[in-house]
């Protein structure tokens, strides 16, 4: 269906020069969710009532519902579970506010605010006009409607400034994805000083809890819950990519509940790989809105007549069966209609990488000699990591000169890439293309490329400088090099590392008044490079790794296929990691690797079952150093891999269940994972230490069919004398499960099988 309502008269169109980074929202959804153009009114996810002048999305378990009030503002009416169609909402009427203190700008939930009209709350977009006038209110001008995307376009009371709010529904989940374009149709150029997407409007309550993830390097993705009070709680980065500090994540639920499982969250994240910026405000009458996209601090973005200007994304969804069901929302949603390939992507294959056993060390001999190890444990994907290029024999040179190293691969890469087939596996390469070391060929031949302000030091983060990618030659130099590598070499893996945050943001070479547009065009070049090669090289695929999980959201999410989530790679630390990161990101986009013991970040000695177990909840790697393993060993982990790749449809596309959080020191974690076809559940159990011969906490499973008859099997680990083989999913989730777990730093893996009659 597509249809159209007008209710100012057309303004004139202009030519738009549209500044979008290259793919489109239409890559969001895909085709098979999509609904028929022919298909009858009461079955659209979007429908306009026009004498009420409201518009109702339905999709999943969700209804969101907003219109347009006697002011012409778009007004938040609903967002919460699903309502029945026969449900009235009662039509936008602005709210008075109680006092001069407090307008009608204020006191109504608005979907999208220009300041301007004594707003005082955060706008989602703040302009300066040549002729100093900064007021901007924005009103309803008209909408379309095709399929399941809706774009309503308002428009200043006075000058010819028009945003088009995009909502982009997806039925399977009912995750909302919205996004603002600004566009100048004045006849002269004007400042966006503050552009956020979108605004999410919930309803009064006194009891909300605000989740939040938040990290610093070796210890990212620390899940913070605090209650929302009056006032506003900003969540930020300023580093100019997404950052470990704090993630572009929020859930907001209302009362505290001790179940996972249970009540009521509203969550959100940013498709958005700069500086970012979200607002929580909690107004007098605890009413709450979120609002998210570029962060306005150093931000200034000129928009010449004709030109646009398109915000991130800002996914939102929402969820009655508490922060597990949020989460299980979120990670379905990326798996089948954010990453590469969806809905019909790959599982991510049994990678190991020589970082660890190498170091920069790098050598055809060396390398080919850990494939024939990794390659006897079952590995399907060899990675061979930094320094291969360049005079990269430390972290001081190298980087921006891509080219082989002769000394260290005199042939080329070919006879190693030959080798690591014949293996039966794929081959990746480390790569760092936004960065340069100041010693390199490439910086002493164009200094000019990294973002500096003129006449100022340039301040160095592990040695190295990041090259501006807002300019298009750095952007044509990036491309053209990573172009020529996938070209020349069968890689079918890139690991794009990012090892520091900006400094001295300017780019000098754009005119004065563009300068501060880096923020956003660098990002968009980073996005363009990633979508043209995908395009040319369909196979390769790209992990996204900063420092570990410093650059991790739905924007570089839809194209990369897997992410790093820290570089601490202790297990019991991982535990943790994977915990808070699971929040707000699937376990199937998860890189979890097993390393050595004592593991180099906290000398902790970990048997390496439990290193297996930890990482086998969610996408496997193995690390270590082969080199100095013993038989014992390789016959222990070409064992676990099996176990693995028994159930890695289960762990990295199945529904995810916290049973135990280790969250606060808890002794014990728990994880369930059940297939989405419900045959299957793999439960991984840690145990820190045992104390005062207190028994392992009794298991009770999650997400089974209650009538279904499952067989239960120890892979690792023991179960209780007498567990029973087979029973039903009401008993496994009533019942329980009891395992043996005694001593310090233990672990168990056992899965349920569904029976094949039932």
Known sequence: MISRQVFMPTVRRHLRITLAFA?????????????????????EPIRYDETARTFRIDAAGVSYVFGVNEKGELQTLYWGKRLRPADAIPSAKADRGTSAFDLSANATPQEFAGWGGGLVVVPNLKISFPDGNRDLVLHYLSHTIRNNTLTVSLKDIDRDVVVDLVYKIDEATGVLARSA???????????????????WNLAASRDYQLRYLTGRWAGEWNLQQTALHPGKVVLESRRGSTGDEVNPWFAIERSNQPDQDVGDVWFGALGWSGSWQMNVETDWQNRVRVTGGYTPFDFAYLLAPGQSLDTPKFYGGYSDQGIGGASRLLHRFELDSVVPQAPHRHMRPVLYNSWEATGFDVNEAGQEALAEKAASIGVERFVMDDG???????????????????QKFPHGLKPLIDKVHALNMDFGLWVEPEMVNPNSDLYRKHPEWVLNFTGRPRTEGRNQLVLNLARDD?????????????????????????????SEPGWPAAPLEKQKEVYVKYVQNLYSILAELREKHPKVEIESCSGGGARVDLGIMHLTDEVWPSDNTDPYDRLSIQDGFTYAYAPGIMMAWVTDSPNGMNARSTSLEYRFLSSMQGSLGIGANLSKWTPEEFATAKRLVGEYKAVRTTVQDGALYRLISPAGGSESSVTESVSRDGHEAAVFAFLHSSQEGQPYPQLYLRGLDPEAVYSIHAQEGKLDDGTV??????????????????GDFQAAFFKLERESHQ
Do not use: C
């Not at 374009?181 to 552009?195: H, L, M």
């Not at 005079?391 to 082989?404: I, P, T």
């Open 23 to 43: 793919f489109s929202a239409a890559l969001i959804m895909p085709a098979s969710l999509v609904r028929s153009q022919s298909a009858s009114a009461q079955t």
């Open 181 to 199: 374009r600004i566009e100048n149709r004045t006849q002269q150029p004007f400042t966006i000083e503050q552009a956020f997407a979108a605004t």
């Open 388 to 406: 291969w290029f360049g005079e990269r024999k430390d972290d001081h040179a190298g980087l921006g000169d891509w080219y082989v190293n002769p």
């Open 474 to 502: 750095v952007r044509a130099y990036v491309y053209s090099f990573l172009d020529k590598l996938l070209s020349e070499n069968e890689i079918a893996f890139l690991k794009w590392d990012y090892n520091r945050n900006w």
């Open 725 to 742: 083989q087979k029973a039903s999913g009401d008993y496994w989730m009533h019942h329980g499960v009891n395992i043996s777990l005694r």
